[in-house]
């Protein structure tokens, strides 16, 4: 099967950094476009930066300038680097790819719209 691990968030004074990371596992043949949502208490999930296979990335308003998404395909890996944190940063952080083309029986077969648990990002004021 096909999973996403997301790991890096933490505890952070607003001004630092924190560098999230998304790995995909299993028998993977191609990831498509991926991405970072957040999602703050009492809020709806948002988009904060997309990255596709050829790297375009595009970024919500309130992140250009700080947050830098990245990835290495041979890694199967997403990157969020965020910096100059502000408290309303805070949030569960989550990976998302819309396909992922994987190996199962030996044969090709695609998922779609995959998420991972989420990791936890806290900026203190």
């Known amino acids: 099967q096909v999973q996403l691990v997301e790991s890096g968030g933490g505890l952070v004074q607003a001004g630092g950094s924190l560098r999230l990371s998304c790995t995909a596992s299993g028998s993977i043949l191609n990831i498509n476009t991926m991405a970072w949502y957040r999602q703050a208490p009492g809020k709806q999930r948002e988009s904060v930066a997309t990255?596709?296979?050829?790297?375009?990335?595009v970024y919500a308003d309130s992140v250009k300038g700080r947050f830098t998404i990245s990835r290495d395909n041979a890694k199967k890996s997403a990157y969020l680097q965020m910096n100059s944190l502000k408290p309303e940063d805070t949030g569960v952080y989550y990976c998302?790819?819309?396909?992922?083309?994987?190996?199962?029986?030996?044969?090709?077969?695609?998922?779609?719209?995959?998420w991972g648990q989420g990791t936890q990002g806290t900026v203190s004021s």
């Open positions: 990255i596709t296979a050829g790297g375009n990335t």
């Open positions: 998302n790819v819309d396909w992922i083309l994987f190996r199962e029986s030996m044969r090709p077969n695609q998922v779609y719209d995959v």
